[in-house]
């Protein structure tokens, strides 16, 4: 997973201020992205960034190399 955006703007009462916001991933596949319109705000809370901005993408993990030591 590739993370392009951390945060989002919302738009709530101090009292609903979210700690977090969640997406289900489950279901995503290499190349499929997570945009701002895919996360689940609670009752009270509006998310007010771009819907169509892109938090994350699925990609292939990459394994770093060990050096060897001499």
Known sequence: M????????VSCLPTNM???LEADISGLDMGDQVAVS????PEGVQITSEPNSVIAIVVAPT???EE???
Do not use: G, K
């Open 2 to 9: 590739q993370h392009m955006l951390r945060s989002v703007t």
């Open 18 to 20: 979210p700690d977090r």
């Open 38 to 41: 895919d996360l689940e705000a």
């Open 63 to 65: 394994i770093e190399e």
């Open 68 to 70: 060897e030591e001499e």
